[in-house]
């Protein structure tokens, strides 16, 4: 069975810090895919990246970065300098190749205070 | 541009009403999926289809149907609905393997009272 655990339920931080969200994951498979996604208070999740379990390459978009560990089995989100935009609900999750599935966490409350 | 599309995004029944919610993809996409999200619980999954007129459950089906009679559209089908159905209702859909990216739409807020 496919799990994810994001531990944080809720994060407030002042604007211009950094947040980090850590998001562990276990699976059996050997190729899999890691998402995460941004829910406004609107409420539509928003994609923000998907990354394949042989590409351990971090990424940068902005100022998201991914830090993505096979040996910890985690991957987790780093939002730099945060701004009230950033205020959301961000989950982690994990799908597996064959499967249309995917697991979810249940997801970081993240906070920006002005 | 990725596009879903839900039929509302605020809805108020009664308790014994037949509701639809509506889903609508412009991707082309062979998957679609209905979740539904509550607060402590995260998101769950209802149903799934992955091809026109087949459907999978998911983990919460009770209470539940769906259709797909054509590609873009999934609907969801609360025959009766209940006081405990009341939640935020995400549609998503996407292409099939390897590329199984979900895209979701503007959820449906739905008080059954």
């Known amino acids: 069975a496919q799990k994810v655990t994001q531990a944080q339920t809720e994060i407030s931080v002042v604007e211009k810090e950094d947040v980090t969200l850590d998001c562990v994951y276990e699976?059996?498979?050997?190729?899999?895919?890691l998402f995460w996604y941004k829910q406004p208070p609107s409420g539509e999740l928003v994609f923000l990246i998907r990354?394949?379990?042989?590409?351990?390459q971090n990424e940068i978009s902005g100022r998201y970065s991914w830090n993505f560990q096979k040996s910890t089995s985690s991957f987790n989100f780093t939002i730099t300098a945060s701004q009230v935009v950033d205020s959301a609900v961000y989950f982690c999750?994990?799908?597996?190749?064959?499967?249309?599935?995917?697991?979810f966490g249940k997801g970081n409350q993240v906070v920006v205070i002005p | 541009d990725v596009k879903v599309t839900q039929s509302s995004r605020y809805l108020v029944k009664r308790t014994g009403e037949k509701v639809f919610l509506e889903c609508v993809q412009d991707?082309?996409?062979?998957?679609m999926f209905w979740y539904r999200q509550d607060p402590g619980l995260g998101l769950r999954l209802i149903y799934f289809?992955?091809?026109?007129?087949?459907?999978e459950k998911g983990d919460i089906p009770e209470g539940y149907s769906v259709s797909r009679e054509k590609k873009e559209r999934f609907s969801l089908i609360l025959e009766s609905a209940s006081t405990n159905q009341t939640s935020m209702y995400l549609c998503?859909?996407?292409?099939?393997?390897?590329?199984?990216?979900?895209?979701f739409g503007p959820g449906t807020r739905l008080l059954v009272l």
């Open positions: 998503a859909s996407s292409p099939p393997p390897p590329q199984e990216t979900q895209y």
């Open positions: 699976t059996r498979d050997t190729t899999y895919y």
């Open positions: 990354r394949n379990s042989f590409d351990e």
């Open positions: 999750a994990l799908g597996s190749r064959g499967n249309n599935r995917l697991a």
């Open positions: 991707m082309d996409h062979e998957n």
């Open positions: 289809s992955y091809d026109v007129k087949m459907k």
